[in-house]
Each structure stands twice: as structure tokens, then as C-alpha cells.
């Protein structure tokens, strides 16, 4: 009997003994963009909606995909606050510091907003099919009237940006220049 309960101390503490690799925590880096202000929107606010997903939970899991409909996330890699938290603080910033309007607010401000911008996020994923890797971004914005309540124009944007390496921090580093990009155009497109 004390050898079975020898056996099983052993094996128990041997179990907690084992190391685990540690969380990395990653998050949306926003550059800072050129005055690029626009006449008709220098007197006016936009309100920033909270993204939308049309799939998975906007969530801190990174997701990665070995083909269209095999899908997981990473174990030991997250995102420093969920997605569309994150989304939402970038667009903020974009906005904010291209001086295009004279307010840029958040979703939960009960400011009155000349503008709504709504997001939907269709992909923000890691992407790997055979020995190609990619970060994949695809999110359409819709520019609303607050008066009207009217859509004034709306778009899709679609980046795919390979990665340096096949794990979440070559796929952070290369959803970062997709973001960069998509931070760029979203400021023309609204021009």
C-alpha cells in the first residue's frame, strides 16, 4: 500500500514538475499617419463603431487555418485584448491623428456624432496552405449619416501579407503591415 501511494506521489509531482512554454501576448501597433484632413469633415465628429464578426468571436485567441474549413488557435499566443477592441483603438487613432475630423469618438461615448463608421471583420486570420503562410485581413466599413441615419458609402478592404515565419509572431508582424495598409486606404477612401 505505501509503495502504490509512494508510486503515485511521485508521478503526481513529477506532473507539476513539467515547464509549459509561456503566453505571448501580441498586439495592433498604429502608426502615425500625415495630416491628410478633408475640407467637408474638418467641422465634423464620427463615432467609432465596435467591429462586428461574421464568424468566429472577436476574442484575444489567434486563429490560424490549414485550409477553408480547418481552423484552431494558437495555444501559447494571444492578443492583448479582444480583436475587435483592438480594431476599434487603431481605426480611433487613424482617425484621430490624420486631423480629417474635428472629433473621433468611441462607440460607447454619448457624444453626439455627425458620423458612424461600422466595421465588419469577414477575416483576421493566420492562414497556412502547404508551404505559403499569410496574414489575412478583410474588413468592410460602412460611413453613416447620424442625421439621416442614411449610408453614405461603404467598402470592403482585403489584404493578404505573407508571413516571415509560420508561427503567431510571424503572423502578428505581417497583420501589422496588412493593418498599416488598410489604415492608409480607409483614410483615402474616406477623403
Known amino acids: 500500500m505505501r509503495l502504490i501511494t509512494g508510486a503515485l506521489l511521485v508521478i503526481l509531482l513529477a506532473g507539476c514538475s513539467t515547464k509549459m512554454a509561456p503566453m505571448k501576448t501580441y498586439t495592433l501597433q498604429t502608426t502615425e499617419v500625415n495630416n491628410s484632413y478633408n475640407a467637408s469633415y474638418q467641422n465634423k465628429t464620427i463615432q467609432v463603431m465596435q467591429p462586428q464578426s461574421l464568424k468566429e468571436k472577436m476574442s484575444e485567441k489567434i486563429y490560424f487555418s490549414y485550409s477553408p474549413t480547418q481552423q484552431g488557435a494558437y495555444l501559447n499566443s494571444k ?23 474635428k472629433g473621433v469618438v468611441s462607440y460607447a461615448s454619448t457624444a453626439q456624432a455627425d458620423y458612424r463608421l461600422e466595421s465588419t471583420v469577414f477575416d483576421f486570420s493566420h492562414h497556412v496552405r502547404g508551404n505559403a503562410s499569410h496574414a489575412i485581413v478583410s474588413i468592410q466599413f460602412d460611413l453613416i449619416s447620424t442625421d439621416t441615419g442614411k449610408l453614405i458609402k461603404s467598402k ?36
Not at 492578443?79 to 486631423?99: E, F, M, P, R, Y
Open 156 to 191: 470592403r478592404f482585403s489584404y493578404m501579407e505573407a508571413t516571415g515565419t509560420t508561427d503567431a509572431e510571424g503572423y502578428v508582424k505581417a497583420s501589422n503591415m496588412a493593418i498599416e495598409r488598410l489604415s492608409k486606404d480607409l483614410l483615402l477612401w474616406l477623403k
Open 79 to 101: 492578443w492583448s485584448n479582444d480583436l475587435g477592441t483592438l480594431v476599434q483603438g487603431t481605426l480611433i487613432h487613424t482617425l484621430q491623428s490624420s486631423g480629417m475630423f
